[in-house]
């Protein structure tokens, strides 16, 4: 008879029988896979050296992972899009802020619980008459105008009030005052109207001066 395990050439005829022993008693044989590769199950844990490819689902259970807290200095997160839900407290650093000047017409602050507002303008040099300031005091529950005349020459101011923006409906809320050069003086409408301006009139003189309005919602 030839020796067919040794020296038979043909694949398809070459098999081979796998027992285990479990203690002293014997184990189903290992079955082997349709690929050729044998199927078994690993009980308790295994040291593996080199590269294992693994077919199928690997999972792997660890703990006691040393994750280090993530540093502003190296790193980074960013967010594609979606909400994030943030709980405790959020500090955020920044520095080199590009903050532009507040303006009444965008911008306003609450102080306490009031909202405040604010406007400012000035002239220098002019000679004659002009109106600056035009706000809608109309929802405001307290404001003023302040005024201070930095040049020499002596100017009178005075308020207008009208129902709205149009020139011709504005009239005097009080009669001009006065207001000699290095002279600061406050103003605050006496009758209720929605919109309120500053007049001022120069005399002639060049006048050069301050405009404030600060109000209160």
Known sequence: MPNNIVFNPVAEQLKTLIHGMQGTTPTPLLLDSTTGKLLSTVDGSVTVAGTVTAQGTLTV???????????????????????????GTVTVTASSLDIRPLTASTDSFTL??????????S????????????????????????????????????LQISPTTTDTYFVDDINSISLAGGSITVLTAVKFMQYTRLYY???G??????FYYNAQV
């Open 123 to 158: 002239i220098a040099g002019v000679t004659g008459t002009g109106v600056v300031l035009m706000e809608n005091t109309g929802n405001k529950s307290m404001y003023s105008y302040y005024i201070t005349n930095t040049g020499t020459n002596t100017i009178s101011i005075k």
């Open 112 to 121: 306490g619980s009031r909202t405040f507002l604010e406007d400012s303008t």
């Open 205 to 210: 003189a060049a006048a050069t001066a301050e």
């Open 61 to 87: 259970t660890a703990s006691n992972l040393d994750i280090r807290p993530l540093s502003g200095a190296t790193d980074s997160v960013t967010i594609s899009s979606g909400t994030v839900t943030v709980a």
């Open 201 to 203: 009139d120069t005399g």
